[in-house]
């Protein structure tokens, strides 16, 4: 694969302040990355720790959730295909105007509805990102929002260091970050796809209407096209280093 002509574009438009950020999340979760592969062989094992994974459980078995700011992540495996293991789910909690919703101590996480999903990342079996996609509101319930809402509460998404997963937390909050404009661009595409039905609600509940928008990504292609475009603006060579293959699953 390539780099995301995409990513390319917004990074040749972007100022130097916003490649250098970018620059900085990559370096972010690069290093996460060689940490908790250093410590459990993948991203994967650290949340599934040895298990065999079953079809749908969530691992690990009661997400991962930052209480504070509302972000909150599983990982699970369902679907069949050459280049995926299985994939992420993120949310974040919501209220139906799109605001914080505050999660209380010994209290659901959720009362009137889940929380609301912003997308999901593929990972093949050495526990590199290969794939983005969206899904439809009836897939996880919670709130709908439009791209615009949904690309807000992305920006506030944040795992911050939960205990045990450290690594991982600091890989996807910069992850997330470095696919901002692609992330944006996804949620987009899937807005486009169901304002194509008449009927918002209904097309909101069909089960024909499963993944909404995805692409296929190469995380370390698109870390060299950035390292080059920040090159091409102050002649010197970024700073991240390429992630090393973790042992598959």
Known sequence: MTASRHLQQHWRAASDAQVASALRDAHASVS???????????????????????????????????????????????????????HLHLFWHATATGRRRYLKAGKPRWNRTEPTHLLAISLDARGLPVGLFTVNQWVTDGHWFDAATTMACVDRFAMGEIEG??????????????????ILELLVQRDKRVKRRSDLARALQDRDLEVLSQVSIDWIADMEALETASVRRCGQPGSVVKPKNSAAI
């Open 165 to 182: 997963y450290e690594h991982s937390c600091r890989w996807l909050t910069g992850f997330i970050r470095l696919y901002r404009p692609l």
């Open 32 to 86: 996460a990355f060689a940490a908790v592969t250093a410590e459990h062989g993948s991203l994967i094992q650290s949340w599934i720790a040895g298990r065999e994974v079953i079809e749908f459980d969530h691992y690990p078995t009661d997400d991962l959730v930052n209480v504070r700011n509302g972000s909150q992540f599983y990982y699970h495996s369902h679907r069949d295909g050459d280049r995926e293991h299985g």
